[in-house]
């Protein structure tokens, strides 16, 4: 008896932990992702090459799908690419490509913001000139990025006087769509990176530059945010909407900057992500 409750008992795991599994990929799934590609798009001076890092779901094999590239924060002076691999993992377990973007910081090359803006561009650009090798529908390609990389997710789509003379300017590096996270959006004598920036601010700033025929995006702020305070948010919004573009802005009450990193808060992290995959349902990319 004790022997067929034991057998029986085992079943129940099993049948409880293969539901888990097909229902929560995001979370259990050990490899989500078909492959991983790193593919360089850009020399730089020192002699190295800034490089992109591809991760395929399972069902680019059947055809091309939604694909989301990702700046990562650090304002413009450090950072990392690994800032979003867990990002890439779970949008791979929900069928979508991720592309993370090196770009040039003052900690790894002693550049500058505008350098980095630069650096952005010619990824847009690379992976634009190169879709159908790299499997993405530039009809569906989001730029996304948090703090000062959601400032270049922005700059990709709108600050127009930045661009390596190397690339192919033919190519508008625009996304279709775009998501921000704890976004740099004012540079200007009282936003972020003024003393960087100085009077630049006037063409290297979001926040002055909103203009008609820009990307639908998606905006989700603290309202603790040192750096982009929440009346600065709602005013961006206000602009974007103003110029006839499309604007979804949340405003999480208690939160700081960052607040979505997988480091900071794996529940913050969770609904952020929950969050944009509703936001590209309703953008009709599902």
Request: proline share 5%; aromatic share 10%; hydrophobic share 35%.
């Amino acid at each position: 008896m004790r022997k067929k409750v034991i057998i029986l008992a085992s079943l129940l795991l099993l049948i409880v932990a293969f539901f888990i599994v097909n229902n929560n990929s995001d979370l259990f799934d050990p490899k989500p992702y078909d492959k991983i590609v790193s593919i360089g798009y850009k020399e730089t001076s020192k002699g190295d090459s800034l490089k992109i890092k591809i991760y395929y779901p399972k069902s680019t094999k059947k055809g091309l799908g939604i694909s989301v590239v990702m700046f990562h924060g650090g304002g413009w002076k450090t950072g990392h690419m690994g800032q979003f691999y867990e990002h890439a993992k779970v949008m791979a377990a929900n069928n979508i490509t991720s592309i993370l973007v090196q770009y040039r910081t003052q900690e790894t090359h002693g550049t500058t913001p505008f350098d980095a803006l630069k650096d952005a561009r010619s990824a847009m650009r690379f992976i634009k000139q190169n879709a159908t090798k790299l499997k993405v529908d530039t009809t569906k390609l989001v730029a996304m990025g948090s703090s000062a990389g959601g400032h270049l997710a922005l700059g990709t789509a709108m600050l127009t006087s930045y661009n390596d003379p190397q690339d192919n300017l033919k190519i508008d590096p625009s996304p279709t769509h775009l998501i921000l996270l704890s976004s740099i959006i004012d540079c200007g004598p009282k936003g972020f990176g003024d003393k960087q920036v100085k009077e630049a601010y006037k063409d290297f700033s979001p926040i002055h530059n909103i203009t008609p025929n820009l990307p639908p995006l998606l905006a989700l702020f603290g309202d603790q945010d040192r750096h982009t305070s929440p009346q600065t948010a709602q005013e961006f919004a206000a602009l974007w909407r103003e110029n006839g573009n499309s604007c979804e802005l949340k405003i999480y009450p208690g939160q700081e900057h960052g607040f979505t990193e997988y480091t900071v808060s794996k529940e913050n992290y969770q609904q952020m992500i929950i969050t944009a995959l509703d936001q590209l349902k309703s953008w009709n990319f599902y």
